[in-house]
């Protein structure tokens, strides 16, 4: 390959679809100064599914709330691909977090009033975007709501009413998703089917999903576990299971 073939690849090569460089977060000042997160450099590969875990107090909920740019860091940038969050104004930045991020959180977050296609289309109306009905189809399909689309929340269980909080998070195909404890408000069945969810969305659909989750068993539904301790990205793998997850938070835990 030519040096000018070489070159050209490397301008076009699409970068990861989040990484942060050299993050730090502090809280307050002075004596009583928090470092919530101490320097950390990671990057999440599109289309993966990945899940953030350490001790708690680790900085995990901090790394995830800076990646989204629902908070701001001290120092360091946090791109979503080539887009550098940390240069953006907050008009700027809820723009962003509209229409190329999608959430899931603990508490389903659904309007009562609206049925569940309903609440899965709203933020496309609120942003005045049109929504892709094959997508749409394809995504209840891979949730398994179909046969409650006309239901209200109130008629659906835990585990259903979590599953229209990631179908609304995925319709708009956003760049990231991220979910925080997603599974932290459902029984082991249902939580379950919501993890499995999140996986084939991310192996079928080709979603980037970035989790932060306490529980191995969870963590283990994701293509790679990256662990933080005192701010500090500190152990990374590929491929968990419950078991080697649990193994490396007790060593984690022992060496605090």
């Not at 989790?211 to 491929?239: E, I, N, Q, S, W």
Request: hydrophobic share 40%.
């Amino acid at each position: 390959m030519s040096e000018t073939a070489v070159h050209t690849t490397a301008q076009t090569q699409a970068p990861p679809a989040v990484a942060a460089r050299g993050l730090t977060k502090v809280y307050g000042t002075g004596d009583s100064a928090v470092r919530a997160l101490d320097g950390v450099d990671v990057a999440f590969a599109r289309g993966a599914f990945t899940a953030i875990m350490g001790p708690s107090g680790s900085g995990k909920s901090t790394l995830m709330h800076c990646l989204a740019g629902l908070d701001v860091a001290t120092s360091g940038s946090v791109h979503l691909g080539r887009t550098d969050l940390t240069t953006l104004k907050d008009k700027q930045l809820t723009l962003l977090r509209r229409d190329r991020i999608g959430f899931i959180f603990q508490s389903f977050n659904l309007l009562p009033m609206l049925t569940a296609q309903q609440n899965i289309r709203l933020p496309a109306q609120i942003a005045k975007r049109r929504t892709d009905q094959v997508r749409f189809e394809r995504i209840v399909e891979v949730v398994g709501l179909a046969d409650r689309l006309d239901h209200l929340p109130s008629k659906l269980s835990g585990g259903q009413q979590q599953r229209v909080a990631v179908a609304r998070a995925l319709l708009g195909a956003p760049e990231v998703v991220y979910a925080d404890e997603p599974t932290g408000n459902l029984d082991s069945r249902s939580g379950a089917e919501i993890l499995g969810f999140l996986r084939d969305s991310a192996r079928e659909l080709g979603q980037t999903i970035v989790m932060v989750t306490h529980d191995p068993v969870a963590a283990a539904y994701a293509d790679r576990v990256v662990f933080l301790r005192d701010g500090r990205l500190v152990d990374d793998l590929t491929g968990p299971t419950a078991q080697t997850v649990l193994d490396r938070l007790v060593k984690l835990e022992a060496e605090a």
